[in-house]
Structures are given as structure tokens and as C-alpha cells.
């Protein structure tokens, strides 16, 4: 069942991105939770087995395109059809509130996730993403 996040279910997320390889250093992924959950564009999906949580996938809209992150599935758990499903409730979320566009961003090197979107129908777009730290 997918469902999502509330501010108890922290934790745990927050291991299973870690247990992914998802986090990193400079971003504290408690941070990127919390303001995921209690944001008004944005949200968090978690795909429940009875006793933990299986998966999960951060979903957000920023007016003109929606974006994913953080999409994760415990590594028992993988090759069921658990990412494809996340992937699934991401989009109808976004589509729900008419956003036309999903966009997400693969570290390089990260072939298993490039093979696994490009399997959902996700290309390349020819764009450069630039970034710097603020803090």
C-alpha cells in the first residue's frame, strides 16, 4: 500500500535512503524530509509492507514542472515492481494537481537508475544543470 509520509515515519525513511546510498555529506536528508512533508507542494510516498516501509519517493511541484527525488526501495525488496509502482503514485499525485512535466536528476555513473527510468519511458533532455551552495 502507498501512502504518505507523516513526521513519525522520519526515521525510518531517512534509513532507508541511507541504506540506498541516496544521502549525502552536505545535505542533511532530515531536513529534506521535513520540509518534503510539511510543504504544501510537495510530499513524500511510502510504499508499506505490513511491519516496515519497503520504499519511498519524494514528490514535488514547483508551478510549472514536477520533480522526483529520493525514489528508494529497501534492497531486499527490489526487482517486484516496487520502484515502477512509486513511480506510478508520483505521477498521479502530480497529475492531480495539473502539473504537465515530471523531471528528475540521475548522479552520473548511476547506470542501474539511468536503465530503470529509461525502462519507464524517461529520456535525456538537453539541458545542463548548473547548481552552487548557498550556506
Not at 514542472?65 to 516496487?82: K, M, N, S, T
Request: charged fraction near 20%; proline fraction near 6%; aromatic fraction near 8%.
Amino acid at each position: 500500500m502507498i501512502t504518505p509520509a507523516t513526521l513519525a515515519d522520519e526515521a525510518a525513511v531517512v534509513a532507508l535512503w541511507e541504506a540506498c546510498g541516496l544521502t549525502r555529506p552536505w545535505n542533511p536528508p532530515e531536513r529534506d524530509f521535513h520540509r518534503a512533508v510539511t510543504g504544501q507542494a510537495s510530499a513524500i510516498l511510502l510504499l508499506r509492507d505490513p511491519d516496515t516501509i519497503a520504499g519511498s519517493v519524494m514528490v514535488g511541484e514547483d508551478g510549472h514542472r514536477g520533480w522526483v527525488y529520493y525514489l528508494a526501495v529497501a534492497p531486499e525488496c527490489r526487482r517486484g515492481g516496487h520502484g515502477r509502482a512509486l513511480m506510478v503514485a508520483a505521477e498521479e499525485w502530480l497529475r492531480a494537481r495539473g502539473v504537465a512535466k515530471l523531471q528528475l536528476m540521475v548522479r552520473d555513473g548511476n547506470e542501474d537508475a539511468l536503465g530503470f527510468y529509461a525502462a519507464l519511458g524517461f529520456a535525456p533532455q538537453p539541458v545542463a544543470v548548473l547548481g552552487r551552495f548557498l550556506d
